[in-house]
C-alpha cells in the first residue's frame, strides 16, 4: 500500500508540466498534433505493460482499450497530418508528457498482482486528467485547422470516456483507500 500510495505521490507532481511549462504560449496545429500523438502513445505503452501484468479482468478489458482506441487516434492524427501536409512537431509539453510518460511506465513495471492493478488504473486516470486539461486549456483554443480541432473535440470525448471508465474500475482494485 505504502508503495502505491508514493508512486501516485509521484504521479501528482509532474501533472502540471504540460499547462504550465514556460515555452511558447500558442502551440501551432504541428505541435498540437504531436502532442494527440504523444499522449495516445503512452496509453498504449501503459496498456501494453497492463496487458501482461494484470490480474484484474476489468483492468485487463481497460488496458484493450487503451490500446485499441489510442491507436485508432494516433493512426487518425497521422493521417490527418500528412492530408494536410504537416509533420508533427516535438515541443516543450509533447517533452514534458513523454519524459513524464516514461517515468510513470518504468514504476508501474516495479508492481505486481492487486498493487500494479491499482497502480495502472491511478496512472490513467492522472493522465487522462492532464491531458483533458491541456486539451480544454490550450490545445482547442491554439488549434487552427478545423479538422485537426474536429479530432481534438473527439479525442476530449473519447478521454472523458476512458476517464470515466477507470474511475469505476479503481474502487474495485488494489487497495481502496
Known amino acids: 500500500m505504502k508503495k502505491v500510495l508514493m508512486f501516485a ?3 501528482i507532481l509532474p501533472a502540471f508540466a504540460i499547462a504550465e511549462s514556460p515555452g511558447k504560449s ?3 496545429d504541428a505541435e498540437i498534433a504531436h502532442i494527440i500523438v504523444t499522449a495516445n502513445q503512452i496509453h498504449i505503452e501503459n496498456g ?4 501482461k501484468k494484470a490480474t484484474n479482468k476489468n483492468v485487463h478489458a481497460f488496458a484493450r482499450r487503451m490500446i485499441k482506441e489510442s491507436t485508432d487516434i494516433n493512426k487518425q492524427a497521422k ?8 509533420i508533427p512537431e516535438d515541443n516543450s509539453s509533447s517533452k514534458s508528457l ?5 517515468k510513470s511506465l518504468n514504476k ?10 491499482k497502480a495502472y488504473i491511478d496512472t490513467e486516470i492522472k493522465l487522462h486528467r492532464k491531458v483533458i486539461d491541456v486539451v480544454d486549456i490550450q490545445l482547442i483554443h491554439d488549434v487552427k485547422n478545423e479538422e485537426l480541432k474536429a479530432l481534438l473535440v473527439k ?9 470515466e471508465y ?3 474500475i479503481q474502487g474495485t482494485v488494489g487497495d481502496k483507500h
Open 79 to 86: 493521417s490527418l497530418a500528412a492530408k494536410l501536409h504537416v
Open 48 to 51: 501494453e505493460l497492463a496487458e
Open 26 to 28: 500558442e502551440l501551432n
Open 166 to 168: 477507470a474511475e469505476t
Open 98 to 102: 513523454k519524459a513524464d510518460g516514461k
Open 9 to 11: 505521490i509521484a504521479l
Open 108 to 117: 508501474l513495471k516495479s508492481f505486481s498482482g492487486s498493487e500494479f492493478d
Open 155 to 163: 479525442v476530449h470525448t473519447a478521454l472523458a470516456a476512458h476517464l
